[in-house]
């Protein structure tokens, strides 16, 4: 079993729609939870941080962790056909490296 | 500038030649990491290094060795370079904890 699960997609929603993005771990001593987002042919960049359960909220974008049922969300309000990208979750152990979800693909169609 | 910069952008190169990918970072940080990215698998982790002194394999580093020359280059060889390391390679630094920044990345193509 990976240590980090995440749905490939592609995930293919309208201009507007509510998307929610998912990953599951199995290694209960991750502390920080990240999402990043990657455009085609660039670097993946750090979108959301957050090291606790609960909600973080940027703007349209909402980072959601459950940490009892080792569950971590993104949520994208009002999206955009610019927020077409692939989207990597990514968690670490305290003094530890990233451990990455292996992306989903999201296409937003205008 | 950019914080992290890979060279080359991209690179087609023979079966069985040298290769070696560059990256140099200007956040300051000990930390540093390359990885290839291929279609469906996601980022896998080749080599990691914490700082000047400190090297790690990560999870698929058989066919590649690294260098540490300073705080801020780590570079990335591929000894006798074969067809199915034809990938997209990302170095990346982080601090700690924190998020890690990475390179534009390298597209390197084997023939």
């Known amino acids: 079993q990976k240590e980090v699960e995440q749905d490939p997609g592609p995930l293919s929603v309208p201009e507007g729609a509510i998307v929610s993005l998912n990953c599951t771990y199995s290694?209960?001593?991750?502390?920080?939870f990240m999402w990043y987002r990657q455009y085609s042919r660039k670097g993946p960049e750090l979108l959301m941080y957050?090291?606790?359960?609960g909600n973080k909220e940027d703007g349209r974008f909402t980072a959601q962790v459950d940490k009892s049922s080792k569950y971590i969300s993104l949520f994208i309000r009002d999206s955009q056909p610019s927020d077409s990208a692939t989207y990597l979750c990514?968690?670490?152990?305290?003094?530890?490296?990233?451990?990455f979800g292996a992306g989903t693909i999201l296409r937003v169609k205008s | 500038d950019a914080d992290v910069t890979q060279t080359p952008r991209n690179r087609i190169t023979k079966t069985g030649k040298r290769i070696m990918l560059e990256c140099s970072q200007t956040?300051?940080?000990?930390?540093m990491y390359w990885y290839r990215q291929d279609p469906g698998l996601g980022l896998r982790l080749i080599y990691y290094?914490?700082?000047?002194?400190?090297?790690n394999k990560g999870e698929i580093s058989d066919g590649y060795s690294v260098s540490r020359q300073a705080q801020a280059k780590f570079s990335l060889s591929l000894e006798s370079a074969i067809p199915n390391q034809t990938a997209l390679y990302f170095c990346?630094?982080?601090?700690?904890?924190?998020?890690?920044?990475f390179g534009s990345g390298t597209r390197l193509t084997v023939v």
């Open positions: 290694n209960s001593a991750f502390q920080y």
């Open positions: 957050t090291y606790s359960s």
């Open positions: 290094s914490f700082d000047v002194k400190d090297i």
């Open positions: 956040k300051g940080h000990d930390r």
């Open positions: 990514a968690i670490q152990e305290y003094g530890n490296k990233l451990v």
């Open positions: 990346a630094t982080s601090g700690e904890p924190g998020g890690y920044t």
